[in-house]
């Protein structure tokens, strides 16, 4: 089945700069990429999706870029802000099969 | 537009007793998937219903069984409980899959003492 692993599992970065959260998934077929976001204590949203058609996507400082060959994808977050900290989920699912998540990176926003 | 709701929020059980949790997806979402949170396994799939059928399903045992009704709420129950099982139990609803937009309820939290 698919395997999907996440690094790093904490980011601390100044406000400001870019932050960068990278997955690998183990199975090809895999053609549907989400990103979650969950704060402390409530549940986790969607921020951004990608589909295995899609290099890359752009939601304002929120990118996600896929690269099939490699089979890894990425979730960038420029000019950080202190509201950005969180825990950040990915994680693949192919044709509606089960859906594998990261184990999650915890993103520190320091002012 | 009522987001997805879980009740319980929050429950204490004890090691052999069973639970059901319920589920009640934004209206007229017809897919329920359920989810497990624990600090040490992160999120792990465990199934997902659509039009009151099972679709997929996650590598649990068989104590853990879902169904679905008519009106798509989703009820998920877990028997024979084992201290292991202590974690949030999330649902998310969507159009028709999990491959676009889930929207996530705010979880139960279950103990077992």
């Known amino acids: 089945g698919e395997n999907v692993e996440q690094h790093p599992s904490t980011l601390s970065v100044q406000e400001g700069d870019s932050a960068v959260i990278k997955c690998t998934y183990s199975?090809?077929?895999?053609?549907?990429f989400p990103w979650y976001k969950q704060e402390l204590g409530k549940r986790p949203q969607l921020i951004i999706d990608?589909?295995?058609?899609?290099g890359e996507k752009k939601d304002q400082r929120i990118a996600v870029t896929l690269n099939k060959t490699a089979k890894h994808f990425s979730l960038h977050i420029t000019e950080t802000q202190p509201e950005d900290s969180a825990v950040y989920f990915c994680?693949?699912?192919?044709?509606?099969?089960?859906?594998?998540f990261g184990a999650g990176t915890r993103l520190t926003v320091k002012p | 537009k009522a987001g997805v709701t879980q009740t319980p929020r929050y429950l204490i059980k004890t090691r052999g007793q069973q639970v059901t949790l319920s589920c009640s997806p934004i209206?007229?979402?017809?897919?329920v998937s359920w989810y497990q949170q624990t600090p040490g396994q992160g999120l792990q799939f465990l199934f997902e219903?659509?039009?009151?059928?099972?679709?997929n399903k996650g590598n649990f045992p068989g104590r853990f069984s879902g169904r679905q009704f008519s009106n798509s709420r989703s009820e998920m129950n877990v028997s024979t409980l084992e201290l292991g099982d202590s974690a949030l139990y999330l649902c998310?609803?969507?159009?028709?899959?999990?491959?676009?937009?889930?929207?996530f309820g705010p979880g139960t939290r279950l103990l077992v003492l």
């Open positions: 998310a609803s969507s159009w028709t899959s999990y491959s676009e937009t889930q929207y």
């Open positions: 199975d090809s077929a895999s053609n549907y």
């Open positions: 990608i589909r295995s058609n899609v």
């Open positions: 994680a693949a699912s192919k044709n509606n099969n089960d859906m594998r």
């Open positions: 209206s007229g979402h017809r897919s």
């Open positions: 219903y659509f039009s009151e059928t099972q679709r």
